[in-house]
């Protein structure tokens, strides 16, 4: 017990390690600083190993990826969810019309009016509108009559006033937890982001607002309900539509795709106007098991002290909301070892989430000698109270091995979605959208290197990865109209399946006539009808003396008809005449 309690008493720190005015504190440890570029390239060789994404670790991830999204696909409940999005069409980049988009995000609404114009174009314009924090906090009622209200006001500022008797067609990008039950049909199941709205979970939160615009008497119809990574792929298929795969690579991560409809096993939302659908992956949510991904001791950290532990731990190793932390506690390992800033820290820099990505991006882009952004970043953000050249080099190399590490655990996620959707040999392009994607130096680039390393050269020719701009807007209207389109063919194909119902039923009457018409032929000819008796009796009503008179003719005369007529008298052979013989000799002679 006494050996137990020594090993868990508190230490003392030596003299020179006591907080600082600044809050800055120095670790007394008895590794020392690099002192020679030999020195720093020996820790930067040992971060390497520690990140390293090897090839054989790339194809184990991807292969176990592609057997989770199987198993999503065939049942509810999986690690992968695998979440079918009700959208079943692709768009053509030929469609026209205005539709319109609403993103309900955290601090801001935004709404959008899509305009497509054909030929793969369209424009777009759109309003922010802040939502009070009571709002947030309140009734869920009261938001969407809010909401409303700026998009009643939206419609006038824009004078896009419908015709009469029509309305807008819209897509809602709603980035909370939902359970989505058809295109325009979502659950919510909890509020995140600050929001708190009472009278809203476990309640469609897509009727309650529709509920809002009729009261307002907004003209516009909820058409669907959108996921960010379906909108990312929206967008960019308008434009090129031999997109097949939307991903986020942001401050979060997903990805969607097409998926034949034999292949969702679990699927039992009846008939479908496609042979396909776009599903959701919530891939972020890959390995919570820890099977496979190259965790370190800084990432356990970070899932450790999160809101969610043992959640989304793909997530939490490659999107921009948790790769800075990562950063910021190998950073803290490194100054506990007096390899970093002489063993010193700062009270900012050991707050949680302060070391934000896009200081990553920041230090690695800075080229120049000295490493004076990095120094900046370090000295005036994150208040370290001095930094040497060698520090800034070491941060430097730090951040490219994070985030490159991020870039290849990225691809390998491409890599199972490519393979499960067999567009490895077929080709196609991916939609990215996010901040990471697009502002990450070397993000891109990376990604690519890996697609490589896992399907060989060939694959750049095959795979193109294109930045999808403005998902939650251009791709919800996109949606919206994809939904609508859809209710149109569902119409036309209930009116053309009763007009053929009427068909059948008329061809089958004039069978039934026809076989009637015959039957009654073939019984003529083989069958004689009897003659009908004859009445002998015949009742008649006498009104008059005249009737009666006329009567008793009738009936003397159907009598005589009635009677067997006799034979006629037979006369007796008449007598030959006898003439003179005198006459009959002289006649002789």
Request: with cysteine.
């Amino acid at each position: 017990m006494r050996s137990l309690l020594h090993r868990f008493r508190s230490r003392r720190l030596s003299p020179s390690s006591g907080v600082h005015g600044n809050g800055v504190r120095k670790v007394d440890v008895t590794e020392a600083p690099p002192k020679s570029p030999d020195e720093s390239a020996a820790i930067v060789d040992e971060l390497n190993r520690t990140f390293d994404v090897s090839l054989a670790q790339m194809k184990n991830i991807s292969e176990r990826l592609k057997e989770e999204m199987k198993k999503g696909l065939e049942q509810e409940g999986a690690t992968v969810a695998m979440i079918p999005t009700f959208v079943s069409l692709r768009p053509t980049g030929e469609e026209k019309g205005r539709y319109l988009a609403l993103d309900l995000g955290g601090t801001y609404l935004r709404i959008c009016d899509v305009e497509l114009r054909g030929s793969n174009q369209f424009t777009t314009r759109h309003q922010k509108y802040k939502v009070p924090l009571p709002l947030k906090e309140g009734d869920f009622r009261d938001l969407c009559d809010f909401i409303a209200e700026c998009l009643d006001t939206f419609i006038t500022d824009m004078s896009i006033r419908p015709t009469k008797g029509e309305v807008f067609q819209l897509g809602f990008t709603f980035s909370f937890p939902v359970f989505q039950t058809d295109i325009n049909r979502g659950v919510l199941k909890q509020w995140t982001k600050g929001y708190t709205c009472t009278n809203s979970v476990h309640k469609d939160v897509v009727e309650i607002l529709q509920d809002a615009f009729l009261r307002k008497k907004v003209p516009v119809n909820i058409a669907a309900i959108v996921n960010d990574a379906v909108g990312a792929l929206m967008a960019l298929a308008y434009n090129q539509p031999d997109t097949a795969i939307g991903v986020i690579l942001g401050t979060g991560t997903n990805a969607c795709y097409y998926e034949k409809m034999d292949g969702i096993k679990k699927w039992d939302g009846g008939e479908t106007i496609s042979d396909e659908m776009a599903i959701n992956t919530e891939w972020g949510a890959f390995d919570c098991e820890r099977a496979v991904l190259p965790m370190t001791i800084h990432d356990s950290k970070v899932d450790r002290e999160s809101n969610h532990p043992r959640q989304q731990i793909f997530e939490k190793m490659i999107s921009g909301m948790y790769i800075g932390e990562v950063t910021r506690n190998c950073i803290l390992h490194l100054i506990d070892r007096q390899i970093l800033f002489n063993g010193y820290s700062s009270s900012d820099l050991n707050r949680q989430y302060s070391f934000e990505t896009s200081y990553m991006s920041t230090i690695e882009m800075d080229t120049a000698p000295d490493l004076p952004e990095t120094r900046h970043v370090l000295e005036d953000i994150l208040s370290i109270p001095s930094t040497t050249l060698m520090d800034r080099q070491l941060v430097k190399k730090l951040c490219e091995i994070v985030g490159r590490r991020a870039a290849r655990l990225s691809a390998c996620g491409l890599a199972a979605v490519l393979k499960q959707s067999k567009l490895v040999s077929a080709g196609c392009t991916i939609g990215i959208d996010g901040s990471l994607f697009e502002h990450y130096p070397g993000f891109e680039t990376n990604m690519m290197l890996a697609l490589k390393e896992l399907f060989g050269p060939y694959i750049v020719y095959k795979v193109k990865l294109a930045l999808a701009r403005d998902g939650s807007g251009v791709g919800a209207a996109i949606c919206a109209m994809l939904a609508h389109k859809a209710t149109q063919v569902q119409k036309s194909r209930s009116v053309s399946e009763d007009e053929d119902e009427s068909e059948d039923e008329q061809s089958e009457q004039e069978t039934v006539q026809q076989e009637m018409v015959q039957k009654d032929a073939v019984q003529k000819v083989d069958v004689q009808p009897e003659p009908e008796p004859k009445e002998t009796v015949q009742e008649v009503v006498v009104e008059d003396e005249e009737s009666k008179d006329d009567q008793d003719k009738l009936l003397e005369q159907e009598a005589q008809q009635e009677k067997p007529e006799e034979p006629p008298e037979q006369k007796p052979p008449e007598e030959p005449e006898q003439k003179d013989d005198k006459v009959q000799e002289k006649q002789e002679q």
